[in-house]
């Protein structure tokens, strides 16, 4: 290869790197930004269908303290002692973005 040959390569590559760069960190801020605004919005509705299941519980006759501890995690996923509870509203527009760009940055 000729030295103006070496050159435009060796140029080109140091030009294009930033660019992958720079699309690979704003892909990442807007995945951040998707994932808090999906968080918040599971909030507000989960928030919603807790309450109505702590309603529920107390209209069963149970104890109010134990209808809020056994109903304030609903619908995060996660419970105790290896128990699997449902996911809700990972179905939201933001959430759904927040996985796209997520999988378009994790290899």
Request: a positive charge.
């Amino acid at each position: 290869m000729n030295k103006k040959g070496w050159l435009l390569g060796f140029s080109l590559v140091f030009t294009v790197l930033p660019v992958g760069a720079v699309k690979l960190d704003d892909t990442r801020e807007r995945a951040r930004e998707a994932e808090e605004r999906c968080v918040v919005e599971r909030e507000e509705k989960l928030k919603q269908v807790q309450e109505e299941k702590i309603r529920e519980c107390i209209s069963e006759g149970r104890e109010a303290e134990w209808c809020r501890r056994s109903f304030r995690g609903y619908g995060w996923g996660r419970l105790g002692a290896g128990a699997r509870a449902q996911n809700l509203f990972y179905d939201l527009p933001s959430c759904e973005e927040a996985f796209r760009l997520r999988k378009q940055i994790q290899p």
